[in-house]
C-alpha cells in the first residue's frame, strides 16, 4: 500500500474533502433512525462502528488475499502502537456518540456547525504544543473567522433548530474535543510510520465498539424493527459510506496535509449538513446563523491559502515529515509503547 505520507498535498486535501461529504450525511442518517427506529445516540454510534467495523474486516481480508504483500497485520498493528489503537477509538467512541447527542437536541445543522467548527480551533492549539505546526497569517485568520462563527452560531441558535439547543451545543463541544484528539494523534502517527493508515482506522473502530457495547446493552441496543428494511438500509449506509468509506480516506489523507489544514478542509462536512437539515429536515436558519456558517467556510480558504504559502516559502517538494520538529522525539517513544 502507498504511504499515507507519500501522497500529494492536493491529493490529501481532496481525500479529506471526500470523507468530509460523506460525514455531513451522517447526521441525518442518525436522525432518521430516531424516529423510524426508536434509537438513542449511543445505540446508533454503537450500530455504526459494529457495521463500519464489519466492512473494514471484509475489506482487509480480501486485501490481504489479493495483495498479501502489501497489506498489514491487524495484530501487529495494534502490537506496534497500542496506544495509537486505543486512544483512537477512545476518541471515535466520544466524537461519534456525543455528535449524534447533539444532532438530537440542537438539530442537524447547529451540531455539526459547532462540532466542526470548535475542532480547528482545538486542532490548531494542539497542533501547535505537540506538533510544533506554526500557523501563518492565512491560519491566524482561518482560526479567528472559526471562533467568530462558532460565537454567532451559539448566539443564534434556538427551539427551530432543535428542543434544547445549548444542551446540544455542549454535546458539540465534548465531540468536537474527541474529534481534535483523534486527528493529532493519527497527523502525528501518519508522519511516523510508512503506510498503516487502513489498518489503524480498523482496529480504532474495534477498540470503540468494544467501548460502547457495555453503555449500548445498558441503554437497549435493539432499534424498532416495526420498518425493519428501512432501519436495515439505514444503519448499513451508516456503517459504509460514513464511517468505513470516510475514515480510511480521512485518516489516509492526514499523512498529507497539517492537522489544522485537515479540520478545516473537513468543514465541508458543515455545508452538506446544512443543505440536508433545511432541505429534508426543514430546519429553520436565521441571520446570525447563516452569518456564523460562512465564517467557518471562509476557513477553509485562508487555510488553503496557508497550506499553499508555506509549501511555496520553503521551495521544496511537500514532505509532511521533513518539518516534523525534534522536539516530538519523546512523543514517538510514547507513540511506540
Not at 240 to 251: D, E, K, Q, W
Amino acid at each position: 500500500m502507498q504511504s499515507s505520507s507519500a501522497l500529494p498535498v492536493r491529493q490529501g486535501v481532496f481525500y479529506t474533502a471526500i470523507a468530509a461529504t460523506a460525514w455531513g450525511t451522517g447526521g441525518a442518517v442518525a436522525a432518521e433512525l430516531y424516529d423510524v427506529g426508536g434509537s438513542s445516540p449511543i445505540s446508533v454510534s454503537f450500530w455504526r462502528f459494529l457495521t463500519g467495523l464489519g466492512l473494514l474486516l471484509t475489506a482487509h481480508l480480501v486485501r490481504r488475499i489479493r495483495r498479501p504483500e502489501t497489506a498489514l497485520s491487524l495484530r501487529a498493528t495494534y502490537a506496534a502502537h497500542p496506544r495509537r489503537a486505543l486512544v483512537t477509538g477512545l476518541g471515535l467512541a466520544v466524537y461519534q456518540t456525543a455528535y449524534f447527542a447533539s444532532v438530537q437536541q440542537a438539530g442537524l445543522t447547529v451540531a455539526t456547525m459547532v462540532t466542526l467548527g470548535s475542532g480547528p480551533v482545538l486542532v490548531a492549539v494542539g497542533a501547535r504544543l505537540t506538533l510544533s505546526e506554526r500557523t501563518g497569517g492565512a491560519g491566524t485568520a482561518a482560526v479567528v473567522s472559526g471562533v467568530i462563527g462558532l460565537v454567532l452560531l451559539m448566539c443564534g441558535a434556538h427551539g427551530n433548530t432543535g428542543p434544547a439547543p445549548l444542551l446540544g451545543i455542549g454535546y458539540a463541544l465534548l465531540s468536537a474535543a474527541g474529534y481534535a484528539g483523534v486527528t493529532l494523534l493519527d497527523r502525528f502517527s501518519g508522519r511516523k510510520n510508512a503506510g498503516g493508515a487502513f489498518e489503524a482506522t480498523v482496529t480504532g473502530f474495534a477498540v470503540g465498539t468494544v467501548c460502547l457495547l457495555p453503555m449500548a446493552l445498558l441503554e437497549g441496543v435493539l432499534p424498532d424493527m416495526e420498518h425493519a428494511a428501512r432501519t436495515l438500509i439505514l444503519i448499513l449506509y451508516l456503517g459504509a459510506v460514513p464511517t468505513a468509506l470516510a475514515y480510511t480516506l480521512f485518516f489516509v489523507g492526514l499523512g498529507a496535509v497539517r492537522a489544522t489544514t485537515a479540520s478545516v478542509v473537513a468543514l465541508v462536512e458543515p455545508l452538506t449538513a446544512a443543505v440536508i437539515g433545511i432541505l429534508v429536515f426543514d430546519e429553520r436558519l436565521n441571520a446570525t446563523i447563516l452569518t456564523g456558517t460562512a465564517l467557518l467556510l471562509f476557513s477553509v480558504l485562508f487555510l488553503a491559502a496557508d497550506e499553499g504559502g508555506g509549501r511555496a516559502a520553503t521551495g521544496r517538494t511537500p514532505d509532511p515529515s521533513a518539518d516534523h520538529d525534534r522536539n516530538t522525539s519523546y512523543l514517538a517513544r510514547q507513540a511506540n509503547d
